[in-house]
Antibody, heavy 120, light 108 residues
Framework: QERLVQSETEVKGPGASLDLSCKASGYTFLDYWIHWVRQAPGHGLEWIGISQPGVDKTIIAEKFQARVSMTTDTSTATAHMQLRNLRPDDTATYFC?????????????WGRGTLVTVSS | SYELTQPPSVSVSPGQTATITCSNDALPRRYAYWYQQKSDQAPVLVIYEDYKRPSGIPTRFSASSSGAVATLTITGAQVEDEADYYCFSTDGSGLRGVFGGGTQLIVL
C-alpha cells in the first residue's frame, strides 16, 4: 500500500526552526518528486515547493525561499522540510504529496498532514 | 504574482449541476488540476490534465478548459460532494505550483 506518513503535531515558539518529515512507503521513492503544501486554519492550500529525491534538486515558491530548505534521505525514503524563523502566521497544517518524475503535476497521494502551531 | 481565481462559494440543491471556474490568462498553456478537500482531510485529486478523471472518481465529476478558464462540473451533485474544491496549475515558468483560492461547494 502506497503511503506518505507524517507526524501529527508540532508546537514551536516564534523564531524557532521546524523540521517536518514525510516518510514514503509502498512505492519507489526515487520515482517521484515530493511537494510540500500548507493550509492555515480556515484558509486555502498554499504550494511551498518541491524536491527530487536522490539529487535534492529543489524549487521553492518565492515567498518561502529565504526560510525554507528541503532535503531527502533515500536510505529511509523520507523527505524533510525545514522552516526557519517561525512566525505565528506559519501556524498551519503542512502536507506532503508527490508527482511522478517525468510526468505532469498530478498529486495522487497525500500525507495526512502535520499540524504546526507557532505560539509563545 | 501568478494567481488562479475561483469563486468563494457555489450553492446547489441535490441533483442539480454545480459549476466551479478557475481563471488565469496562462491556463491555455498550462494544465489545470482539481482537488476536493473535505473537512479535516487531505485533498483528493478529482481531475487531472484539464479533463481526465482518476479511477475511483464518480463519473458525475467532469471538467474542461477553454481559453483562460478551467471549469469543474458536478452533474447531479450529491450531499457527499459538499467540500472545498481547489484548482491547481503551474506558473508561467512551469516550475512553480499555484493553487486557486478554493471554492466551497454547498449542497442542500
Amino acid at each position: 500500500q502506497e503511503r506518505l506518513v507524517q507526524s501529527e503535531t508540532e508546537v514551536k515558539g516564534p523564531g524557532a526552526s521546524l523540521d517536518l518529515s514525510c516518510k514514503a512507503s509502498g512505492y519507489t521513492f526515487l520515482d517521484y518528486w515530493i511537494h510540500w503544501v500548507r493550509q492555515a486554519p480556515g484558509h486555502g492550500l498554499e504550494w511551498i515547493g518541491i524536491s527530487q529525491p536522490g539529487v535534492d534538486k529543489t524549487i521553492i515558491a518565492e515567498k518561502f525561499q529565504a526560510r525554507v530548505s528541503m532535503t531527502t534521505d533515500t536510505s529511509t525514503a523520507t523527505a524533510h522540510m525545514q522552516l526557519r524563523n517561525l512566525r505565528p502566521d506559519d501556524t498551519a497544517t503542512y502536507f506532503c504529496t508527490r508527482h511522478a518524475i517525468g510526468g505532469n503535476w498530478l498529486f495522487d497521494l497525500w500525507g495526512r498532514g502535520t499540524l504546526v502551531t507557532v505560539s509563545s | 504574482s501568478y494567481e488562479l481565481t475561483q469563486p468563494p462559494s457555489v450553492s446547489v440543491s441535490p441533483g442539480q449541476t454545480a459549476t466551479i471556474t478557475c481563471s488565469n490568462d496562462a491556463l491555455p498553456r498550462r494544465y489545470a488540476y482539481w482537488y476536493q478537500q473535505k473537512s479535516d482531510q487531505a485533498p483528493v485529486l478529482v481531475i487531472y490534465e484539464d479533463y481526465k478523471r482518476p479511477s475511483g472518481i464518480p463519473t458525475r465529476f467532469s471538467a474542461s478548459s477553454s481559453g483562460a478558464v478551467a471549469t469543474l462540473t458536478i452533474t447531479g451533485a450529491q450531499v457527499e460532494d459538499e467540500a472545498d474544491y481547489y484548482c491547481f496549475s503551474t506558473d508561467g515558468s512551469g516550475l512553480r505550483g499555484v493553487f486557486g483560492g478554493g471554492t466551497q461547494l454547498i449542497v442542500l
